[in-house]
């Protein structure tokens, strides 16, 4: 167990408003992650962390923003929803976890995100 | 860039037999990092088995190994006897060694499991 959680799980929201998901981690993992996943395309990269205050952006992130204020949240914020932002989003840390001699991602529970 | 194909969106199998799944990617780089993520209908996204370029010997994880064919840049999961709960869409994702640590996803395969 990872020790991921995202907030809200299902959100509905109308175009033009804003929107902020929440990702928290209880391991002060360095890397944070995250990806947005529509059928037929599988999981594509919006924005990354690898510390606090430090992002970037993945494949997907125009309409997207990111914060990292402390180690343990990563937000994600939609400024101005679009119906193109319909999407079930996952948040996802880098770690080593046991005897593992790779990193590897482990993802939270997802949110599921309607802009009507 | 790197890119990765699964090329069968859906396969289905009789409960108790075996059934592969088909990865194929495109890389430029000689060591990476290649996943198997299973997404059942929870929606969780959960680590099936990993395999690092670098090691010939293939993967194994109880009843899922993969056939890492690093020449051909293939990559398949083979799920053996079969269960219910193998019913999934399951992900090839791709990462590279350097950078951001970030994974490169197919399109998935749907798994059916027929009793």
């Known amino acids: 167990d990872a020790g991921i959680t995202q907030s809200p799980r299902h959100k509905v929201t109308e175009t033009g408003t804003p929107v902020t998901l929440r990702c928290h981690q209880t391991e002060n993992h360095r890397y944070m992650y995250w990806y947005r996943q529509d059928p037929g395309h599988g999981l594509r990269l919006i924005h990354y962390?690898?510390?606090?205050?430090?992002?970037d952006k993945g494949e997907v992130s125009d309409g997207y923003s990111v914060s990292r204020s402390k180690t343990e949240d990563f937000l994600l914020t939609l400024e101005s929803a679009t119906s193109s932002q319909t999407s079930v989003y996952f948040c996802?840390?880098?770690?080593?976890?046991?005897?593992?001699?790779?990193?590897?991602?482990?993802f939270g529970p997802g949110t599921r995100l309607t802009v009507l | 860039a790197q890119t990765v194909t699964q090329s069968q969106p859906e396969m289905s199998v009789q409960e108790a037999e075996t059934v592969t799944l088909s990865c194929t990617y495109d890389?430029?780089?000689?060591?990476?990092?290649l996943f198997w993520y299973k997404q059942p209908p929870s929606r969780q996204m959960i680590l099936v088995i990993r395999q690092e370029a670098y090691k010939q010997q293939n993967a194994t994880e109880n009843r899922f190994s993969v056939n890492f064919q690093k020449a051909a840049k293939s990559f398949s999961l083979k799920i053996s006897d079969s269960q219910l709960g193998d019913a999934a869409m399951y992900f090839c994702?791709?990462?590279?060694?350097?950078?951001?640590?970030?994974?490169?996803f197919g399109t998935g395969t749907r798994l059916t499991i027929i009793p």
């Open positions: 994702a791709y990462r590279s060694p350097f950078g951001n640590e970030k994974l490169t």
């Open positions: 890389t430029s780089e000689s060591d990476y990092y």
């Open positions: 996802a840390i880098s770690a080593r976890l046991a005897a593992v001699s790779t990193d590897t991602q482990y």
């Open positions: 962390s690898y510390g606090v205050k430090d992002t």
